[in-house]
């Protein structure tokens, strides 16, 4: 992954409450986003996570929480078990009216191996797109109707 931070920005029609308990509720990220065992969104908090593009390219992702501004900002870092590199996620929250502009930034301080094309930055950003402008967008849509 090459060193310019990844920047996508998408607008939900919900309240910064509704965005801010998709991204930080343990069990509505797993519905979204991926499955942990455990999360808290506090400074410090370190969790873990297995993703990937195939059933047979599975990475263990290792997350420590960096920032937390309830409802404004949540930021961790992001490395993989056995592999260099070192990034950050954030997702910060913005009110628009009666929505919520949701502007993901990740970057990077140590590329991923640029041997291994699963790192590839464009994957990075398909995979943050379909999160962000597909995954999310539907499960904040399922809430509204139940």
């Known amino acids: 992954m090459k060193n310019e931070p990844i920047v996508i920005e998408q607008v939900y029609p919900f309240s910064l409450e509704t965005v801010w308990r998709a991204i930080t509720d343990k069990e509505a990220m797993k519905q979204w986003y991926f499955e942990f065992q455990e999360f808290i969104p506090e400074v410090g908090f370190e969790f873990q996570f297995w993703g990937g593009p195939a059933e047979d390219r599975q990475y263990l992702h290792l997350c420590k929480i960096a920032e937390v ?66 995954s999310l967008k539907e499960y904040l849509e399922k809430q509204s109707i139940t």
């Open 69 to 134: 501004i309830p409802e404004q900002k949540l930021s961790y870092s992001w490395l993989y078990d056995g592999y260099e590199g070192n990034t950050l996620v954030t997702f910060e929250l913005f009110p628009e009216g009666n929505s919520t502009k949701l502007k993901l930034v990740h970057e990077v301080f140590k590329a991923f191996p640029a041997s291994n094309p699963d790192f590839a930055k464009e994957n990075f950003v398909e995979g943050w797109n379909w999160i962000i402008g597909t």
